[in-house]
């Protein structure tokens, strides 16, 4: 993640008058004198291989104005110039468990059609996230008028959102969806209420029983028992909207100054969601559904990871402080005249185009096959996996008289390489595949 700040601040960094702040050699959005040690300025934006930071479930509002956060450590509940900060954090959050659910409606329970998904895919949702935030979406115990939202998808997507609603099983889910999303926003009003009070006793006992609403909630999302019944893409869904309300408890701990805690619920985010991800990649079986989850979980794991990496990257710094530099960081006053420059991180990227990830994923189909594209989304979480692989291709390689195929070559090899000659060398045998395509893939 590379952080942009305002210009002057930018400008006195190129200059060298400013310094990026770093922790164990990661930048965590944050600016200080390069003679005075003072911090000056917070980030304005950040970007992602060249693209706006735009994650589908984290709040950017966490990183990019990340010094605000690092404060609480010195006391969030009297800096009340950083309340509005958590505060977008947690409207983001609401809208995007708003929308993630509410295509739940569309996808129903069980097996389903790719006309579905492709009407509520990456670029479908970022859209609807767009209208809800701008209010022209309104979310209804959880759900959006899909017939509205989706009128211009045909008359088959209206069809099948009817079936799906007259669904017994998917009324089931519904039902407890509902009783979720509805503790899960009492929960978020009440958090907000309680960063408003004055007195220390009564603000932590509201947070604590907000806490106590979310975590509820999230086990509603988690039900094994209804997870289980639903397609990869559905999972999907359900546990983006557990990654969301696992945010918000771990703002909760934050507001408290839990800073322990928080780090570690982080760490334990970042395992879950990798977790997941494997869990759903592994459930895969067309290409419909990849089609789906392919550009989806490649925006979750380049973006909404990284901004839960930062965040944790952000906290274990502030730990790691003096107590002369954590008052010094607690005296920052991020709002003077120069360097009081914030545009609405809302806006930075435009939802008309054509994801990046969609674009990579479409090239990606034209040189490679189902499996193989299900290893490479694999590969993203699990690293060791495409070690193991490289090591197989290595062998087999070896025994073939490839003599090209050297760990060095295949560490240096795009994943699209990699996985394709790993599946090339597991059906070699029993396919009609030339030998001369293996040096071809080295080229791709």
Not at 16 to 22: I, P
Not at 93 to 118: E, K, R
């Amino acid at each position: 993640m590379l952080f942009e700040f305002a210009p002057a601040i930018q400008a006195g960094i190129e200059a060298g008058k400013y310094l990026q702040v770093f922790s164990n050699g990661v930048p965590i959005g944050l600016a200080r004198d390069a003679i005075t040690g003072e911090f000056i300025a917070h980030a304005v934006a950040a970007t992602i291989q060249n693209n706006p930071l735009a994650p589908l479930v984290s709040p950017v509002q966490f990183v990019i104005q990340g010094a605000g956060m690092v404060q609480n450590y010195m006391g969030f509940q009297e800096s009340y110039r950083q309340i509005g900060v958590v505060q977008t954090g947690l409207q983001s959050l609401q809208n995007s468990v708003g929308v993630l659910q509410a295509t739940t409606a569309l996808i129903g329970v069980g097996t389903v059609a790719g006309v579905v998904l492709g009407a509520v895919n990456l670029h479908q949702t970022l859209k609807l996230r767009k209208e809800v935030e701008q209010m022209r979406l309104e979310v209804k115990n959880g759900f959006i008028n899909l017939k509205q939202a989706l009128k211009d998808q045909g008359a088959e997507i209206r069809q099948i959102i009817e079936q799906v609603a007259q669904d017994i099983k998917f009324e089931q889910h519904r039902t407890v969806l509902i009783r979720a999303y509805g503790l899960f926003i009492q929960a978020l009003n009440r958090f907000r209420s309680a960063m408003q009070l004055q007195d220390a006793n009564r603000r932590n006992a509201e947070i604590d029983g907000s806490r106590e609403m979310l975590f509820t909630a999230l086990a509603d999302y988690n039900n094994p028992h209804l997870l289980e019944e639903t397609c990869a893409p559905g999972q999907l869904r359900r546990l983006e909207c557990a990654w969301a309300i696992e945010q918000a408890i771990i703002a909760t701990y934050q507001a408290q100054n839990e800073m322990s805690a928080v780090s570690d619920r982080l760490y334990h985010l970042q395992n879950m969601i990798c977790e997941n991800a494997c869990m759903i990649i592994e459930l895969c079986d067309s290409h419909d559904e990849l089609n789906f989850l392919f550009p989806e979980i490649s925006r979750i794991r380049n973006h909404d990871l990284a901004v839960v990496e930062t965040w944790q990257n952000q906290v274990d710094w502030m730990r790691s402080l003096p107590q002369s530099e954590l008052k010094l960081l607690n005296s920052a006053d991020f709002n003077t005249s120069e360097f009081n420059y914030t545009p609405n991180i809302n806006q930075v990227t435009t939802v008309l185009a054509a994801p990046p990830e969609q674009l990579a994923y479409d090239n990606f189909r034209e040189k490679s096959h189902f499996y193989s594209l299900r290893d490479q989304l694999t590969y993203m979480f699990k690293p060791a996996l495409r070690k193991e692989h490289e090591a197989y291709v290595h062998q087999q390689a070896s025994i073939a008289g490839y003599k090209t195929l050297v760990i060095k070559n295949l560490q240096q090899a795009s994943d699209l390489t990699v996985a394709n000659l790993y599946s090339y060398f597991k059906v070699r045998d029993e396919s009609e595949i030339d030998p001369a395509e293996v040096v071809d893939a080295m080229a791709i």
